[in-house]
């Protein structure tokens, strides 16, 4: 886990090389611990957090500045602007009008268009906008634009190899998934280059190989995924409709929508799952921005000592005695200013009480998607798989199973964002021939079913859903 730095209020961003020395470090702590030597690893697949980006000069392999995070906020005056522009209601008339007369979901997203801050566009078109530096070298086709997966390629191969793969190009809200290109349109709109942008390879396939340097000797690097589309390719949700929530950092649910791609709903967004050969797979996803992060917070601020810890404080107690906690996170809204807080504070609120608010807004938030996901997903919904470090708090799954009143998978394993992409590594190079195969390595570790009515906790989630609507514009 790399420290997120915080340069400014609302910045959030990593530092390269501090990046690239902490992912040499685990693969070659994993192969150590594992008894192994790197001559016996016969391919790398890479999987990395999907909206984080960096340019850099082309020619000198030199960043015109930090990791800008997924979660960085500096765009928020960029977003507020687009959202209320003339331009992009006029464009919302226009796409309006064409789907209505040809039918095509192509034409539908663009029809409801509206930025996020969490998009990698909007915080790319700040670069070009504010970074002399990256602005001069784009405007001599000098400038290279990629998230975290393109950067460790490109390290990876000493700068012989730029590319990236479709699952994490598809999330950065820049490329097309219907044409599977990069958008010209778009691009052009927000002022960004079409030269910066790395081809797009299968996700599954032979990128190349490490330089002999890095690791003693070369390896092939057989598989490039965005984390979440790996986490689902790990859990073997390969059919239409099988469901997987992750709660890591942040919290994401994905559905499996097959060969058939669903143009944006409010609050979903298309997805490519992964390219294999002639194989495309496509999801319809979900988000929270904030999950871990408020948790680790808590942490932090000393509400208690071992995450473990909070499954028993949250029991301690009936409930959460009216207090609620809203992290700075959209889920049904689109609001940059969402402002983080506890609401329902009161002389007898205890440490426990605390806790239990925050764990409770974690279930009330995947309660929220979920429905949404029922409401707009056109297809049945199979198995829930659930993953990520909060997948271990009983007291949040138990309760997002009793809220959605659906039974929901956790594997052995938590990571599974690793597993999808050793499994794709593996099958580009042979080790496994088919899907099949990776289906029978699953292992279950818990099964939580619904325990309790939905009706037992409407009064708490209508006070935090209150105190949601009381946190906007802040």
């Not at 999808?420 to 279950?444: H, M, N, P, V, Y």
Request: glycine share 6%.
């Amino acid at each position: 886990q790399v420290e997120s730095l915080y340069p400014r209020p609302g910045w959030v961003e990593l530092d390269p090389e501090v990046l690239w020395s902490q992912f040499v470090g685990v693969i070659k702590e994993a192969v150590q611990a594992a008894g192994l030597h790197m001559r016996q690893i016969a391919g790398l697949g890479i999987s990395t957090q999907r909206a984080t980006f960096i340019t850099w000069h082309k020619y000198t392999g030199k960043p015109f500045h930090n990791f800008i995070s997924w979660q960085d906020l500096r765009s928020a005056e960029l977003v507020n602007s687009w959202n209320k522009s003339l331009l992009l209601k006029v464009i919302h008339v226009i796409f309006t009008v064409l789907h209505f007369l040809t039918g095509n979901d192509r034409y539908l997203a663009p029809s409801f268009l509206t930025f996020s801050t969490q998009q990698t566009s909007m915080k790319l078109s700040w670069v070009f906008k504010n970074i002399h530096e990256a602005e001069e070298a784009a405007k001599k086709n000098n400038c290279c634009f990629g998230t975290v997966d393109t950067w460790l390629l490109y390290r990876l191969t000493k700068g012989s190899v730029y590319a990236t793969d479709y699952s994490n190009a598809s999330a950065t809200g820049i490329f097309e998934p219907f044409t599977k290109c990069w958008n010209p349109t778009l691009s052009n709109l927000l002022s960004i280059p079409m030269s910066v942008y790395p081809p797009v390879k299968d996700t599954s396939f032979n990128f190349g190989s490490a330089d002999s340097e890095i690791f003693g000797i070369p390896i092939p690097i057989m598989a490039v995924v965005a984390d979440q589309q790996s986490a689902m390719f790990g859990e073997c949700c390969f059919h239409p409709g099988d469901v997987k929530l992750t709660m890591g950092t942040g919290g994401f649910w994905n559905v499996n929508t097959g060969g058939h791609l669903f143009a944006s709903r409010r609050s979903l967004y298309p997805l490519i799952g992964w390219k294999i050969g002639e194989e495309v797979v496509y999801l319809t996803e979900g988000c929270m921005s904030d999950v871990g992060t408020a948790i680790k917070w808590a942490q932090d601020i000393n509400l208690f000592t071992n995450v473990d810890e909070t499954e028993k404080m949250a029991r301690s107690i009936l409930d959460s005695q009216g207090v609620c906690f809203v992290p700075d996170f959209q889920v049904s809204v689109n609001d940059p200013y969402l402002c983080a807080s506890f609401m329902g504070l009161k002389p007898s609120t205890t440490r426990n009480h605390l806790v239990r608010a925050i764990l409770e807004s974690v279930a009330f938030r995947n309660k929220q998607l979920y429905d949404i996901i029922v409401k707009k997903v056109r297809i049945p919904l199979q198995t829930i798989r659930a993953d990520g470090g909060v997948s271990n708090n009983s007291f949040v799954m138990q309760m997002t199973s009793d809220l959605i009143n659906k039974k929901i998978e956790k594997p052995a394993n938590a990571d599974m964002s690793s597993l999808g992409a050793a499994f794709l590594a593996g099958l580009a190079s042979g080790f496994w021939t088919d899907k099949e195969q990776l289906k029978k390595l699953r292992r279950i570790e818990a099964v939580f079913e619904p325990q309790k009515d939905l009706e037992e906790y409407k009064p708490a989630m209508d006070t935090w859903l209150q105190a949601m609507k009381r946190s906007l514009h802040w």
